[in-house]
C-alpha cells in the first residue's frame, strides 16, 4: 500500500521502495576540486519514503581505511537519483 501512495506523490523520482531493498550494496562517487574521484560503497540499512540510511564501508575498494571521513549517511531522495555538491546518484552495486 505505501508503494503507490509514495509514487503518486513523488512524481519527480522512482519510488524508493522499488528501487532499492534492505541489504542492497551500493556505491556513489565523489570527485574532488583536483579531479581526483573517489568511490564509495556501502549497504542499504533503512529505507523511508524520502531517504534512505546506507552504512558506507568501502573507500576506494578498501573496507574502512583509515582515512574514511564518513560512516553513515541519511541521504533524501532527491541526493539519491540526482547526486550533490560533487557526489555522483546512488546507484545499486551490480554483482
Known amino acids: 500500500m505505501e508503494k503507490n501512495m509514495t509514487n503518486s506523490r513523488n512524481k519527480d523520482f522512482p519510488s524508493l521502495y522499488d528501487a532499492?531493498?534492505?541489504?542492497?550494496?551500493v556505491k556513489r562517487s565523489y570527485k574532488e576540486k583536483n579531479g581526483k574521484v573517489k568511490e564509495?560503497?556501502?549497504?542499504?540499512?533503512?529505507?523511508?519514503?524520502?531517504?534512505?540510511?546506507?552504512y558506507w564501508d568501502t573507500l576506494n575498494g578498501?573496507?574502512?581505511?583509515?582515512?574514511?571521513?564518513?560512516a553513515f549517511?541519511?541521504?533524501?531522495?532527491?541526493e539519491i537519483y540526482s547526486g550533490n555538491e560533487g557526489y555522483s546518484p546512488i546507484k545499486k552495486e551490480k554483482n
Open 20 to 25: 532499492f531493498e534492505l541489504g542492497d550494496r
Open 40 to 54: 564509495y560503497k556501502g549497504i542499504v540499512l533503512a529505507i523511508e519514503e524520502n531517504s534512505m540510511e546506507i
Open 62 to 70: 578498501k573496507y574502512r581505511p583509515n582515512n574514511m571521513e564518513l
Open 73 to 78: 549517511t541519511n541521504c533524501h531522495i532527491d
